[in-house]
Each structure stands twice: as structure tokens, then as C-alpha cells.
């Protein structure tokens, strides 16, 4: 069984990562033809770095997320607030609270779960059903209970909207996961390559094409270092 690939670079530090590695390979290219490395090794690197670049961080799901968890938080306060008048007037026609417990085991409407929130409007329902001819003599209308139904309604739709956002969230973590793996790997790939080739040639150059350092902070440093040599070359030669 292949063991799964694992790597600790954060987003932005594996598309450095993956770019710098990418033009050493392109500079190095006439070494390591004889590993069997063509420029469609190096072209499809580059085309993993774009899918990776253009592929939605976490934070754009967590967002949806959140902006879905205040559309399912308003929801539940106006069902919470129809239920409240119910048992405003159901505790006229049934004032102990003995008995209003028979009926309603759990007032708490606040901080449960939406799920036990829904149970209790549709108990609100069945309630209303058993006291209707009472009930409507304390200003309780049918409409009132079509209200609860149509946010009971609302509740259920908003939450399953919610379930489905976490989903997709869920969903597109893995596969992000999967797209930095495959990513990795082809960098992976080609600094070993290079750490062959350059091996017992040249020890900086080798170096270069290291995926991690026990002195992290030296290689970035060494890394925007020839990112800027390279940036001088290409403005001279535009130059000319």
C-alpha cells in the first residue's frame, strides 16, 4: 500500500515552493534529461501551481458558512418568538406549571439544538389542536397557528441550507488536500533531481532545490534572494 504523502507547507508557501523549483528545473532542464525530465514535466508543474493558485481557500467556505449560520440564527429567533406568544396564552387557559409541563417537558427556547427547537413548534401544533376552542378566546387566531407552521417550515429549510454549506465546505477541504498532494509531489519529484544532480557538484545549488531546512527562515531568505537576482536579469535583458 503507498504510504499517503504529507507535507507542512501552508498555501502560499507551496506555490513558492513549486515556482522556485520550477525555474531551477527549467535552468537545470539539459541535466536532467538524463533522469528521462522533459519541459512537459516542468509545463505541467506549472499547470498544478495554477489549479492550485485558482482553487478557493478555506476561508471563502468558512465564510458561507458563517454568513448561513446568522440566516439560520434570525430564522430561530422569529420561531422563537411566535412560540413565546403561544405559551403566553396557553398559560392563561392552563395556569400551573405542572400542567403546562405535561404538555411542554421543555420550555428552554434559547441555546438548544434546532432540531429539539422545530419538535417543540410542532408540539405547539398538536397542542394547539387538543385547546383550539379555548385557545381562540384569548386572542389566538388560526393565522397565528398557520405562522408557526410556515416558520417551522423556514427552520427546517434554512438548516438543511446550513447542513449543505458545511458539506461543501467538508468536500472541498479534501479536495484542496488532494490537489496540494499531487502538487507536492511533482515538486517533490524534481528536487530530488536536482539534489542528485547537484549532489557533489555544487553544494549551494544543491541546497536550492531542498524542501525543508532545519534553518527554514535561511532558506526563504536565500530564496528571495535569487528571486531577485532572477527579477534583475529579466529587467536588463528587457533593456537591451
Not at 82 to 109: A, C, D
Request: positive net charge; glycine residues 2%; proline residues 1%.
Amino acid at each position: 500500500m503507498k504510504k499517503a504523502v504529507t507535507y507542512n507547507y501552508s498555501s502560499s508557501e507551496i506555490i513558492e515552493r513549486g515556482t522556485i523549483v520550477a525555474r531551477l528545473a527549467e535552468q537545470d532542464l539539459g541535466h536532467f534529461q538524463k533522469f528521462g525530465v522533459t519541459q512537459k514535466d516542468i509545463d505541467m508543474l506549472y499547470k498544478r501551481l495554477d489549479e492550485y493558485k485558482h482553487y478557493p481557500e478555506d476561508s471563502f467556505f468558512a465564510d458561507k458558512v458563517k454568513a448561513q449560520t446568522r440566516v439560520k440564527n434570525e430564522q430561530e429567533e422569529r420561531l422563537i418568538n411566535h412560540i413565546r406568544n403561544f405559551f403566553l396564552q396557553f398559560s392563561i387557559i392552563v395556569p400551573t406549571k405542572k400542567e403546562t409541563k405535561k404538555y411542554f417537558p421543555s420550555q428552554k427556547l434559547t441555546g438548544i439544538k434546532t432540531k429539539e427547537l422545530v419538535q417543540i413548534g410542532e408540539k405547539v401544533i398538536t397542542v394547539f389542536k387538543k385547546f383550539k376552542d379555548r385557545l381562540l378566546k384569548y386572542d389566538l387566531t388560526e393565522q397565528d397557528i398557520k405562522e408557526i407552521k410556515t416558520q417551522i417550515a423556514a427552520t427546517k429549510k434554512v438548516m438543511k441550507a446550513l447542513e449543505a454549506v458545511r458539506h461543501e465546505r467538508t468536500r472541498n477541504t479534501v479536495k484542496r488536500k488532494e490537489i496540494g498532494t499531487v502538487l507536492y509531489e511533482k515538486i517533490a519529484n524534481l528536487s530530488r533531481y536536482g539534489k542528485t544532480y547537484w549532489k557533489d557538484r555544487d553544494d549551494s545549488r544543491y541546497k536550492d532545490y531542498l524542501l525543508y531546512e532545519k534553518n527554514y527562515q535561511e532558506q526563504k531568505l536565500r530564496n528571495r534572494e535569487r528571486e531577485e537576482m532572477l527579477r534583475a536579469k529579466e529587467l536588463a535583458r528587457m533593456k537591451q
